[in-house]
């Protein structure tokens, strides 16, 4: 009689964090069941990883799916913010919902086959795309359910208190499938009111809250304050986050750790856009252009929640880009001029756990857990950053969901 698997799958010598060994990972029902070096037992499959790094994968925090892909749309002239949010209004209201979907499924797969796991996108809802792109998102969340899990923030982009339909657009996407809820109270008329807003909405659905902030070079010029005194009045600490905040990357050290620890004490994480926060400010500079990409990783030293983030993808807020988590990255660690071990670990930490963290979900490749589990060409953490390592194959919940395969030099005979 033959005896019945152990495992449905085993993957044999993988690299884990914090490991100068080898190990083997067992799977079992969408889980790890044991992990191990030398792993004696049955299983329907076996794979061997080739001494590659594993890891849970790349988590995308923040990412705009249902306005990627329109580059050839819209005119770029100024490069600014104010012509960004301007073309892309413009734009989006000609969107159908099968076009949302499809310039979203290409970012999406790109993502996947760039070993991310998990994603929160932000969808516009607003008199002029309506619901169509939320719709659009819904579909390709169930579709793709397969190789990521996907979360849907209903957003305001244009304004809030402005535009009364949008309000209700927002309660219908909260009631109908959206995570949470965000806005953007620097465009706003009344940036404090919006905010407000934006928090009634959350606590009404009980959701959370994702903010994108401060998005110039004016350290004086901010509505953080309001956002900290809303999330502590409510009680609302570890449910809510920012992205941009660009304006930290203009303050003296001193206000930078100030605000750090006044985020830390509020429980609001921040999420960096390396590469829209530098294409977007300082284009009133001639030489010696700034940055503008907040320092997270001094965030971090002080205890924030921090993560490093896509944003856009091909639109007037960033007219290039591939979903690669791991170039962002790199990216952001070239822009931070940082070099030392402990920084670049802190930097694979904000695609990774961290940003699971700031989406408050598990992250982990323990016994128990979820069988999410991604290849890289390197051997460890800080290879996969200092080098843009190279995602090889991946798992979610034991089933492969994406094979870019190894590379390969074909030597001729000599």
């Known amino acids: 009689m033959t005896a019945t698997p152990q495992f449905d799958l085993v993957l044999r010598n993988l690299r884990l964090t914090d490991a100068s060994e080898p ?22 499959s076996e794979e061997d990883c080739g001494g590659a790094f594993a890891f849970p994968g790349f988590v995308e925090t923040h990412i705009h799916l249902d306005k990627a892909g329109i580059l050839g749309r819209c005119n770029i002239c100024e490069g600014t913010l104010a012509e960004a949010v301007r073309e892309t209004a413009r734009a989006k209201a000609a969107f159908t919902e099968d076009d949302v979907y499809a310039r979203a499924e290409r970012v999406l797969e790109k993502a996947i086959a760039s070993g991310t796991t998990r994603m929160r996108t932000f969808v516009e809802v607003d008199p002029r795309a309506g619901l169509r792109s939320f719709e659009a998102l819904k579909r390709l969340r169930a ?19 402005n535009e009364p339909e949008t309000a209700q657009l927002l309660k219908h996407a909260l009631a109908h499938g959206a995570d949470l809820v965000g806005g953007a109270p620097y465009v706003d008329p009344d940036p404090a009111g919006q905010i407000r ?21 004016d350290p004086a010029h901010t509505n953080l304050p309001a956002v900290i005194a809303e999330t502590v009045a409510r009680g609302y600490q570890g449910r809510v986050s920012i992205g941009h905040v660009t304006n930290l990357s203009a303050m003296v050290p001193e206000d930078v750790l100030a605000i750090a620890r006044s985020l830390k004490a509020a429980g609001i994480a921040l999420t960096v856009l390396p590469a829209t926060d530098m294409f977007l400010n300082g284009r ?13 990783h001094v965030l971090a030293a002080e205890g924030v929640t921090v993560s490093i983030a ?20 790199n990216f952001y660690a070239n822009t931070a001029q940082i070099s030392r071990d402990a ?6 930490d904000m695609v990774s756990a961290g940003a699971a963290s700031l989406l408050g979900q598990e992250y982990a490749l323990a016994v128990g857990a979820p069988a999410d589990i991604v290849l890289l060409d390197c051997s460890n953490a800080l290879e996969a950053v200092r080098e843009i ?16 395969g190894r590379s390969r030099i074909l030597t001729p005979e000599r």
């Open 197 to 217: 807003m934006i928090f009634d909405l959350a606590e009404r659905h009980g959701v959370a809250v994702d903010f994108h902030l401060d998005f110039d070079l």
């Open 23 to 44: 190990a083997d990972i067992a799977i079992r029902d969408g889980r790890i069941a044991q992990i191990g070096s030398g792993l004696i037992c049955d299983a329907v």
């Open 389 to 404: 390592a190279r995602p090889i194959k991946g798992w979610k919940r034991g089933r492969k969901s994406f094979d870019n």
């Open 284 to 296: 009133a500079h001639d030489r010696l252009v700034p940055r503008g990409i907040a320092p997270a």
């Open 143 to 161: 579709n793709y359910a397969f190789a990521i899990d996907l979360e849907i923030c209903a957003f305001a982009q244009e304004g809030l208190t």
């Open 310 to 329: 896509t944003n856009n993808v091909l639109n007037p807020f960033t007219p290039f880009g591939d979903a690669s988590l791991i170039r962002m990255a």
């Open 343 to 348: 920084d670049i670990a802190a930097t694979f």
